[in-house]
């Protein structure tokens, strides 16, 4: 059970494709981020956006656009990607982006890119 | 390059022994830290977390932080087949993950 959900779970596209991964959190937090997970590699932090500002981003490359239109939605749009952004893509929540504040994940959307 | 690193394990113990998790950091500035487990295939799920020097025990958990030696550990006691899973411990000020320990407990 989780109040950050993810859709979708799993998602296989083509180098030329375009795609979009939504995040929701009802838990009434104000700061969400996108994070990257590869096998065998650390939590890569992508985007931090606190009350609707994006505060960091970690030179994400640009194939990477995220979005977020309410405090509540959290999407991250995907083109043009490389076999090497396969990865689980991971969203979190947290109340208000402070330091030492508590992050809660989603349960992960598992990207494929052929 | 501040960060925060984990003994990649695995990590072997029996079933109702102590498991130690430890993690190491280099940013002094380093205030608060959280463990987290995750189950293969899942995401990661708080365990606990310390802000202050000295132990913070929550049931099975022990979670200890040294600022002295820049280091953060986490002790399970009576572990459990149900513990096994990768532990990450984050130094959350500049929302920094360590790689994760993998820790199997052997019924």
């Known amino acids: 059970e989780t109040g950050v959900t993810q859709t979708p779970r799993h998602l296989v596209m083509g180098m030329t494709n375009k795609k979009s991964l939504k995040c929701e959190q009802h838990?009434?937090?104000?700061?969400m981020y996108w994070y990257k997970q590869s096998a065998k590699k650390p939590l890569e932090l992508m985007f931090v956006?606190?009350?609707?500002?994006?505060?960091e981003n970690n030179s994400v490359p640009s194939r990477f656009s995220p979005e977020c239109p309410n405090s509540s939605h959290l999407f991250l749009h995907l083109h043009t990607l490389q076999p090497e952004d396969s990865a689980l893509y991971l969203c979190?929540?947290?109340?208000?982006?402070?330091?030492?504040?508590?992050?809660?994940f989603g349960p992960g959307t598992r990207l494929t890119v052929l | 390059q501040k960060e925060v690193e984990q003994n990649s394990g695995p990590l072997s113990v029996p079933e109702g022994a102590i498991a130690s998790l430890n993690c190491t950091y280099s940013d002094r500035g380093s205030q608060s830290f959280f463990w987290y487990r995750q189950y293969s295939g899942k995401s990661p799920e708080l365990i606990m977390f310390i802000y202050s020097n000295g132990d913070k025990e929550d049931g099975r958990f022990t979670a200890q932080l040294n600022k002295a030696s820049q280091y953060v550990s986490l002790l399970i006691r009576d572990s459990q087949p149900s513990d096994s899973a990768t532990y990450l411990c984050?130094?959350?000020?500049?929302?920094?993950f360590g790689a994760g320990t993998r820790l199997t407990v052997k019924p």
């Open positions: 838990l009434g937090h104000n700061a």
């Open positions: 979190a929540s947290s109340q208000d982006g402070s330091s030492g504040d508590t992050q809660y």
């Open positions: 956006y606190s009350l609707e500002e994006r505060v």
């Open positions: 984050a130094g959350l000020n500049d929302m920094r």
